[in-house]
């Protein structure tokens, strides 16, 4: 099959032909303008708060995010809607706690700043640690979602579909660094908004309001069930299923423990908190919070109205099914399919290249945050005590950037068969878990030690990635054992208030002679995180 | 230009600092606990009844839950719009007075 509804995949590898040619023509131009350490890891600060705002949304629009929660609301109706809200309410929570403390004291990594006042080796190996752990899980679910993609729409074999995903962002991030990764983040998110809002559109044109487009999804769920040989009651019932909480939320306890790992999580991402470092001060930072929660919101009424779209143009259309009944394709399907209802092949083809060019901006971000976490925390931090000169720490970073592209490209092979499902909330759970309290306390509390972050932030990491793997996602649905230890969802409920209290015990119980220099450097660092004085780059103050 | 610790902690006892950080803290606080509480209270909701938010929100197949997903999203935008109004408006010029004040 070569076509996502059979018809000849041309369109779409026209249209990706030309994106690629785009993205190349900015790494070019970004290349010319990347010469220090500040330009590589933050674009020299350089960005302003609109075009970082559109920089995040693309980070959060994925194509997993696109597809999944599309399908999502294909498959079950409200519950899409339920997941892409825990999505969202993560961003006021950056912008209150976060966006602008964390520019005021950072230049490059959020380890920046969780080390700030710290002992810097044993605070930014944890936090090196930590960012490629989640960076690791975020890129294999991103690599295994390309592949599978790429080889549905292009027909390209499964390999090479994760080698060109690789490669493509190894020379984005190779020779563009942070300028070239955030400008192919943007064009990507404002195609990806352009598609989508026209869709969204033709979708309520065609039906003229979202009550009218809602009660033909009821029918058309109603409809399936009766056709499977439901009774009418069980039809109708099956059919108002749709508008209403489903099967996604089981008990109340995985409900709040994903919803903390949702909200906390991206407040911890460090891929997401890099961003932040890109633009030129605390004012364009918070303006940054905005653009993104802005867009991110209405992304997500897009992906509702396309998603209930789907239910009434492409699964009742005998074209996008097969003879069972279930989407061509499998289940991510529906935003795609629908694209061919509403503009046909050439709309295919340019949404399935917008996907492709998701995936490609998603994995440059991610690629970049792992490799300034090996360059600039454990080379030049750790390794080299502060005593690297730039020249070679661009040479560490480019070199990692390589070997994670190939790691990447590996663990993208190996999985294929696997479910990675669990793979996006593992790390949204490990960011809330680690990163989240480390950054919190360092900020704001005064009586935080070095041990304290050490020694929570490895509670938290080590809790949050240990539930998971007892928890039925990986025990049972990967390992295959009859029944989970961990019967939860997701470990956020207890990993996140670990990592708290365990920072908050060992810091009272730490009477170090480097204790009491963490707390008297405590005034001053919360002097510079609220006013700026001292920022990196910053202008004005 | 940099300033050296000293600086900074005098800086942290200038009642003007310290209340722009009241008051900016303040404002942080009550905006997360209002999202927190949203957030949390739809999930809950969502856990524990699930019949009110499938409920037809007036007799057609619209239902409540639509109108409630909705306005957390709106409430999600509008939250992160008052924080960034009222940075804008009032504590940007009194941190750029106080640190123009503490440079003298």
């Known amino acids: 099959m070569t076509g996502a509804s059979g018809g000849p995949g041309w369109p779409a590898l026209a249209m990706f032909g030309c994106f690629v040619l785009l993205t190349l023509a900015i790494t070019r131009w970004a290349a010319r303008r990347t010469r220090t350490a500040a330009d590589f890891y933050a674009a020299g600060g350089g960005i302003t708060g609109f075009q970082n705002g559109l920089a995040i949304a693309g980070d959060f629009m994925s194509a997993a995010s696109f597809l999944g929660i599309s399908a999502q609301i294909f498959a079950d109706g409200y519950d899409g809607l339920i997941y892409s809200i825990g999505f969202l309410v993560g961003w006021p929570i950056v912008l209150f706690l976060m966006a602008e403390r964390l520019r005021n004291l950072g230049r490059f990594t959020f380890a920046d700043v969780a080390s700030f006042r710290f002992a810097q080796t044993p605070v930014r190996t944890l936090a090196a640690m930590s960012t490629l752990l989640v960076v690791l899980f975020y890129l294999i679910a991103q690599m295994v979602g390309a592949g599978q993609l790429i080889r549905l729409l292009f027909g390209l074999p499964y390999p090479y579909a994760v080698a060109i995903v690789g490669v493509m962002m190894t020379l984005y991030v190779l020779f563009g660094g942070m300028l070239a990764t955030t400008w192919v983040q943007i064009v990507k998110a404002v195609l990806l908004l352009g598609a989508a809002s026209f869709m969204a559109a033709a979708v309520l044109w065609q039906f003229g309001s979202p009550e009218a487009l809602f009660a033909r999804a009821v029918q058309a769920k109603a409809a399936a069930a009766a056709a499977k040989g439901a009774t009418p009651p069980e039809a109708l019932a099956a059919g108002r299923a749709i508008m209403g909480p489903g099967g996604f939320i089981k008990d109340p306890v995985s409900a709040i423990s994903l919803g903390l790992a949702l909200m906390f999580g991206t407040a911890g991402l460090p891929h997401i908190l890099m961003r932040f470092f890109t633009v030129p001060d605390a004012r364009a930072a918070r303006t940054s919070v905005l653009w993104a929660t802005g867009w991110i919101g209405y992304f997500y009424l897009l992906t509702f109205v396309i998603g209930f779209g789907a239910i009434v143009l492409v699964g009742t259309d005998p074209r996008y099914l097969d003879a069972a009944g279930a989407l061509r394709g499998g289940g991510n399907m529906a935003a795609v399919h629908l694209a061919h209802a509403i503009g046909g092949d050439l709309f295919l083809g340019f949404v399935s290249a917008v996907a492709f060019a998701t995936i490609l901006a998603v994995v440059a971000g991610l690629t970049l945050s792992g490799a300034s976490a090996v360059s600039h925390d454990l080379y030049a931090s750790v390794f080299r005590r502060g005593q690297a000169d730039q020249v070679a720490e661009l040479r560490v970073s480019r070199v990692t950037v390589v070997v994670l592209a190939l790691v990447a490209i590996a663990l993208g092979i190996l999985f294929e068969k696997q479910n990675v499902a669990f793979m996006v909330s593992l790390a949204f759970a490990m960011a809330a878990s680690a990163n989240f309290p480390v950054l919190l306390l360092s900020l704001l509390w005064r009586g935080c030690t070095t041990r304290g972050v050490v020694a929570g932030g490895a509670v938290g990491l080590t809790l949050a990635l240990g539930l998971t793997i007892l928890s039925p996602a990986i025990w049972v649905t990967v390992l295959g054992h009859a029944a989970a230890i961990f019967p939860y969802g997701s470990p956020a409920l207890f990993s996140m208030p670990a990592a708290f209290a365990t920072i908050w015990l060992v810091s009272r119980a730490d009477h170090s002679r480097r204790a009491a220099v963490d707390r008297a450097g405590y005034v001053a660092q919360r002097v510079r995180s609220e006013t700026g004085i001292g920022a990196a780059g910053a202008s004005g103050h | ?104």
């Open chain 2, 1 to 104: 230009m940099e300033q050296g610790e000293a600086a900074l902690e005098r800086l942290a006892e200038d009642p003007r600092y310290r209340r722009l950080v009241r008051r900016r803290g303040r404002l942080g606080l009550a905006l997360t606990a209002i999202m927190l509480v949203a957030y949390l209270g739809f999930v809950l909701l969502v856990a524990f009844d699930k019949p009110l938010l499938a409920r037809s929100l007036a007799g057609g197949a619209t239902s409540l839950g639509i109108p409630i997903g909705l306005g957390v999203i709106l409430l999600a935008i509008a939250l992160t719009g008052i924080y960034v109004y009222r940075a804008n408006r009032e504590f940007d010029s009194e941190v750029a007075a106080i640190v123009a004040e503490a440079r003298r």
